[in-house]
């Protein structure tokens, strides 16, 4: 069923209570040129949105001292390039978002999880006050949960008998999460890594970043796509006439999720 969102003022489709992928214009699966974490669509959404001066700078993170990462600012292509990946890990990308506007900067956009984009969005209600012409353009992550990264690398240390700072990719994919060393490969169930899962996650009750202007994800897409939900004019903007495969989407496999970490919130929060 479609309504007018009032906020946005799009057709978009009304969210149903099994649901908790929220309101959206548009779903679909898609892959670019660009080889990234899967479909290469949160990369190459920020080259062609900074190509096109969308937005100047965008906060992105980066992968440091072996799996260690950090937020950094993107203002060219090759640094955007440079922070293609995952590492699973918590990263404060909002202190280096309000940063950028403390020092001037006005538009900018942050890829970030669910929790940061929220995050985010409370901050640009606040700081919108002071500074009316803030433009900030948020891609969101799917996000179960983080990890600390002392205790994955220990973690995957104790498992798969791997160094997580050695790993050159690794991949949270159908429950599994694994690491490539020296070509090689070695999964684990990512129930077995909750002891290195950040205590805060089990509180968050948002799988698919509802408040971002678009939201990206592996869940629902064939291995080398990325699911792709688009919330707002901003979002659309960011993917006109991006060049995309595009591919269906499993929907239930999302929703699933979605409903599994808002009753595990939920529960915990019952504690």
């Known amino acids: 069923m479609n309504v007018r969102d009032e906020k946005t003022g799009l057709q978009v489709q009304k969210r149903t209570p099994e649901e908790d992928i929220d309101i959206y214009s548009e779903m679909f699966s898609a892959k670019t040129l660009i080889e990234g974490q899967d479909g290469g669509v949160a990369t190459s959404m920020l080259v062609w949105g900074l190509q096109r001066g969308l937005f100047d700078c965008a906060v992105?993170?980066?992968?440091?001292?072996?799996?260690?990462?950090?937020?950094?600012?993107?203002?060219?292509?090759?640094?955007?390039?440079?922070?293609?990946?995952t590492t699973y890990l918590r990263v404060n990308t909002v202190s280096k978002l309000k940063s950028l506007v403390d020092s001037g900067r006005?538009?900018?956009?942050?890829?970030?999880?669910?929790?940061?984009?929220?995050?985010?969005?409370?901050?640009?209600?606040?700081?919108l006050k002071k500074h009316p012409y803030l433009e900030l353009t948020l891609v969101g992550l799917f996000c179960l949960e983080a990890f600390n990264y002392e205790r994955l690398k220990g973690e995957v240390r104790r498992l798969l008998r791997f160094d997580l700072d050695a790993a050159e990719k690794t991949q949270i994919r159908n429950g599994k999460f694994t690491v490539w060393v020296g070509g090689k490969e070695s999964s684990v169930s990512v129930k077995e890594l909750n002891a290195a899962v950040e205590k805060g996650c089990s509180l968050c009750s948002d799988f698919t970043a509802r408040y971002a202007d678009v939201s990206v994800g592996s869940v629902g897409s064939d291995e080398g796509y990325s699911t792709v939900v688009v919330r707002t004019p901003v979002g659309r903007k960011l993917l006109e006439n991006l060049d995309l495969t595009r591919g269906a989407v499993r929907r239930e496999e999302i929703v699933r999720l979605g409903a599994f970490k808002k009753k595990h919130a939920a529960n915990v929060s019952a504690q």
């Open 106 to 127: 006005r538009r900018i956009a942050m890829v970030g999880t669910p929790c940061q984009v929220q995050a985010a969005r409370k901050m640009q209600s606040v700081l």
């Open 60 to 85: 992105v993170v980066h992968r440091k001292q072996g799996y260690r990462a950090e937020a950094v600012v993107a203002e060219a292509v090759c640094d955007i390039l440079e922070a293609k990946g």
